[in-house]
């Protein structure tokens, strides 16, 4: 009885870490806001797992101020879904080795090695991959919405730009959105995000260039330009980058990058706060769109 009971709480304490994974993916995909309720059976039956699990995810993510529990009432989420950061682990967010076989997948799934369904034993196998480590790049790949969890262990690729047409198209289409979403009457400064922005491409352009990844740079010039349409107060606005930027994630890492030109990049960044935060909007919304058309030039005959 005793040796049952180890072998239960070992199962759940190792399902524990992909359960608060799945979690937060759930709280995001539908947007919840702080405050709401997580029914505990209603998340085990979300993820086909027992109670157990779920309420040791629960307690975890409760550690780290996610959730929060209300006596004879249960779970509740502690924050609004979109400001949950992902812990890190090992002394960084992905470590080397699941950064290597994050990016195998990617460059398989673009040069059409990966069908657009998978299961996670062809995935084990394909990359010789435990399970555990998989999990870990599949639901990083999830977090970032370029495939989705299916019923059971199959997982499901979403569209992304894969042609140098439509790569040439998001450009042109992020620059006319960008720019008017700039001159928009409801267009507000914030100065909280602003700051942020700046430390980031400061940090990027003065040796960051030289040795963060390819995730970590794309990251930053997205949180930078969607920093600038949230700034609109137009969520149909934000909704678009927002999902341009998803389906070009997968071309964008696999275009060569000419870390050369990140700095004088970094550099256009930082003259569009400069031009925003000294009231020249208008001469910022015109820069913004010759900067990213630019870059579009420079960057699609590599696809």
Same mark, same amino acid.
């Given at each position: 009885?005793k040796k049952k009971?180890?072998?239960?709480d070992?199962?759940r304490?190792?399902l524990?870490p992909q359960i608060?994974?799945?979690i937060i993916e759930?709280?995001?995909a539908n947007?919840?806001?702080?405050?709401?309720?997580?029914?505990?059976?209603m %998340?085990a039956?979300t993820f086909?797992?027992?109670r157990?699990?779920?309420?040791s995810?629960l307690r975890?993510l409760?550690?780290?101020g996610i959730?929060?529990?209300e006596?004879n009432?249960?779970?509740f989420l502690g924050?609004?879904?979109? #400001?949950i950061e992902v812990?890190?682990e090992?002394?960084?967010?992905?470590?080397?080795?699941d950064?290597a076989?994050?990016f195998?997948i990617a460059?398989?799934r673009?040069?059409?090695a %990966?069908?657009?369904?998978?299961s996670?034993s062809?995935?084990?196998?394909?990359?010789e991959?435990?399970r555990? #480590?998989?999990?870990?790049?599949l639901?990083?790949?999830?977090e970032?919405g370029w495939?989705e &969890?299916l019923?059971?262990n199959?997982?499901?690729?979403t569209?992304?730009?894969?042609s &140098?047409?439509?790569?040439?198209?998001?450009y042109?289409f992020?620059?006319?959105i960008?720019?008017?979403?700039?001159l928009?009457?409801?267009?507000?400064?914030?100065?909280?995000g602003?700051l942020?922005?700046?430390?980031?491409?400061?940090a990027?352009?003065?040796?960051g260039y030289?040795?963060?990844?390819?995730a970590?740079?794309?990251?930053?010039?997205?949180?930078f330009?969607?920093?600038l349409?949230?700034?609109a107060?137009n969520e149909?606005f934000l909704?678009?980058? #927002?999902?341009?930027?998803r389906?070009?994630r997968?071309?964008e890492y696999?275009?060569?990058?000419d870390r050369?030109?990140l700095?004088?990049?970094?550099?256009e960044h930082?003259?569009i706060?400069?031009l %925003?935060e000294?009231?020249?909007r208008?001469e910022?919304?015109?820069?913004?769109y010759?900067?990213?058309?630019?870059?579009?030039?420079?960057?699609?005959?590599q696809?």
């Amino acid at each position: 009885m005793k040796k049952k009971w180890l072998e239960t709480d070992m199962a759940r304490n190792s399902l524990s870490p992909q359960i608060s994974t799945s979690i937060i993916e759930f709280v995001r995909a539908n947007g919840m806001r702080k405050g709401e309720h997580l029914p505990l059976q209603m %998340l085990a039956d979300t993820f086909r797992v027992s109670r157990a699990p779920v309420m040791s995810a629960l307690r975890k993510l409760e550690e780290r101020g996610i959730v929060r529990a209300e006596p004879n009432r249960g779970y509740f989420l502690g924050m609004d879904s979109d #400001k949950i950061e992902v812990a890190k682990e090992d002394g960084g967010e992905h470590p080397e080795g699941d950064e290597a076989a994050y990016f195998r997948i990617a460059e398989d799934r673009l040069s059409g090695a %990966l069908s657009e369904r998978v299961s996670e034993s062809e995935l084990m196998r394909i990359y010789e991959l435990p399970r555990t #480590k998989l999990l870990k790049v599949l639901h990083r790949i999830a977090e970032e919405g370029w495939i989705e &969890r299916l019923p059971g262990n199959g997982w499901s690729f979403t569209r992304t730009l894969t042609s &140098r047409q439509s790569y040439e198209e998001g450009y042109v289409f992020r620059a006319v959105i960008e720019q008017q979403a700039m001159l928009l009457p409801t267009f507000e400064l914030n100065k909280e995000g602003f700051l942020k922005a700046r430390e980031t491409q400061t940090a990027l352009r003065d040796g960051g260039y030289e040795h963060w990844s390819r995730a970590e740079i794309f990251k930053a010039n997205n949180d930078f330009h969607e920093t600038l349409v949230a700034c609109a107060g137009n969520e149909f606005f934000l909704d678009s980058i #927002k999902r341009i930027n998803r389906l070009r994630r997968l071309v964008e890492y696999h275009v060569t990058i000419d870390r050369s030109r990140l700095p004088r990049q970094t550099t256009e960044h930082l003259h569009i706060l400069d031009l %925003l935060e000294a009231g020249r909007r208008t001469e910022a919304a015109a820069f913004l769109y010759t900067h990213i058309m630019g870059a579009g030039r420079i960057k699609a005959p590599q696809v």
